[in-house]
Structure formats: C-alpha cells, structure tokens
C-alpha cells in the first residue's frame, strides 16, 4: 500500500467479493491486469475455473464504472 499518495489509508478502501461468469485463463489473466492498472486497485484476486473474484480497491480513486468496464471489455460477466 503506498504511504506516497494515501492509497491504502485505512478505512478508505473498500473490497467487493462477487462471483463472475464467462472466465477463460486468458480473459481472467486480462481482467487482473487490467484491474491493477486502474489507479485505486490495490488487489485482484480471481479464481477462473469457478468465478471467485476478490478486488480491493479506493473508491475515491477508481469509480466502480471503470471496475466494469473492464470486466465488459473482456467479455465477462460480473453480478456485482
């Protein structure tokens, strides 16, 4: 967590567990990669073989909408 800019400040931080439909281990490669490369996003976890999905992120930095975009974009499915 980086003490530079305050991301990882505790109690701003908020994690979503969800399970998500439509992962190939390529596309769940993508997924987390794409995710941790979104400003907030300070942990990405994904189980692609049965859809667990664990991030935790700063809403303050990273508005959900840009969270699923990127689950949109890679053509999987997350109930959130």
Known sequence: ??????C???G???RLQFTA???TPESAAAV????LGLAGVLYVHIHAH????????????TKLK???SVFDNN???ADI
Do not use: F, R, W
């Open 1 to 6: 967590m980086c003490k530079e800019c305050g």
């Open 8 to 10: 990882g400040d505790i």
């Open 12 to 14: 701003t931080n908020t």
């Open 21 to 23: 439909k439509g992962y």
């Open 32 to 35: 987390e990669k794409s995710l």
């Open 50 to 61: 049965d859809g667990e999905t664990t991030i935790d992120y700063n809403p303050a930095k």
């Open 66 to 68: 840009e969270i699923l």
């Open 75 to 77: 053509k999987v499915e």
